[in-house]
C-alpha cells in the first residue's frame, strides 16, 4: 500500500514562473491537507481539501495561491508568479475519514527553490 | 504569541541520557495532542499521540497537563538514531477543520 505521493519532490522557479505541486493521497483516503515549511520554521496549515471541495483554506496566502482536489487525479497546489519567499518544503498529508482522532499521514514533501 | 510554543534547543546528549522536552500552547479549546519526529529534510512523521493523563511507548513517555496547557515528551536510554527535531502537534476540534497546528521543534543531537 504506497503512501502519499508527492512530485515533484525538488522544483526550481525563476522569479514570476509558476508552480505546480502534486500530491496523491494514500489509496482510500480523500482528504488533503497542505502545509508548508519555511526554512528553520514550523509547518504552518494551508488548505484542507476533500474531493471536489476546499473546506478550509484559512492559512493559504490572498493571492497567487490555489489548490483543488478534483473528482480524478492529485491534488494540486498552484503558485502563480512566484517570489523568493516562496521557497520553502511543502508537505501534503492525507487522511481516511474527518474527525479528532483522524491520523494525518505526510508525504514526502516538495521543495520549492525559487532564484 | 505562537499558539504552540517549544524550546528551539538544540539539545546535545550522550547515549543512554535521559532527555525531556517541553511544550505549552494557548487555546484552552485544544483537544488533541501530538508528538511528531522528524528528521533532517524529511516529512513529519507521527511519534506518538497523548490524551488525557499521557501515554507510554517503550522508551518514550508523553505527559498532558490541561491545567498548565502543557506537554511533555520524555526519551529514556537515548540512542544515537533519536538525533531528530521533535515537533509538539496540538489539533483543535470543532467546525469544519481538522487542521494540525505545529511548534518549531526542538532539535535533540545524540552522542556516541
Known amino acids: 500500500n504506497a503512501g502519499v505521493m508527492q512530485n515533484p519532490r525538488h522544483l526550481v522557479r525563476r522569479r514570476g514562473q509558476e508552480a505546480r505541486l502534486r500530491c496523491s493521497p494514500m489509496?482510500?483516503?480523500?482528504?488533503v491537507y497542505w502545509y508548508r515549511q519555511l526554512p528553520e520554521e514550523g509547518l504552518k496549515f494551508m488548505v484542507y481539501?476533500?474531493?471536489?471541495?476546499?473546506?478550509?483554506e484559512s492559512g493559504m496566502p490572498k493571492e497567487r495561491f490555489s489548490a483543488e482536489f478534483p473528482k480524478e487525479g492529485p491534488s494540486i497546489l498552484r503558485i502563480q508568479q512566484v517570489v523568493r519567499g516562496d521557497s520553502a518544503a511543502y508537505f501534503c498529508?492525507?487522511?481516511?475519514?474527518?474527525?479528532?482522532?483522524?491520523?494525518?499521514?505526510f508525504g514526502p514533501g516538495t521543495r520549492l527553490t525559487v532564484t | 504569541r505562537k499558539e504552540v510554543e517549544q524550546d528551539p534547543g538544540p539539545f546535545n546528549v550522550p547515549e543512554g541520557a535521559t532527555v525531556a522536552f517541553n511544550c505549552t500552547y494557548s487555546?484552552?479549546?485544544?483537544?488533541?495532542f501530538f508528538w511528531y519526529r522528524q528528521d533532517c529534510r524529511k516529512e513529519p512523521k507521527l511519534l506518538m499521540s497523548?490524551?488525557?493523563s499521557g501515554n507510554e511507548d517503550g522508551r518514550f513517555t508523553a505527559q498532558l497537563n490541561r491545567a498548565s496547557q502543557y506537554i511533555s515528551l520524555l526519551i529514556r536510554d537515548s540512542k544515537l538514531s533519536d538525533s531528530a527535531t521533535y515537533l509538539c502537534?496540538?489539533?483543535?476540534?470543532?467546525?469544519?477543520?481538522?487542521?494540525?497546528?505545529f511548534g518549531t521543534g526542538t532539535l535533540l543531537a545524540v552522542q556516541p
Open positions: 498529508a492525507s487522511s481516511p475519514q474527518w474527525g479528532f482522532d483522524a491520523e494525518q499521514y
Open positions: 489509496k482510500g483516503h480523500s482528504h
Open positions: 481539501l476533500q474531493k471536489e471541495n476546499i473546506i478550509d
Open positions: 487555546n484552552s479549546a485544544s483537544q488533541s
Open positions: 497523548v490524551y488525557s
Open positions: 502537534v496540538v489539533r483543535n476540534y470543532g467546525g469544519a477543520t481538522n487542521k494540525l497546528i
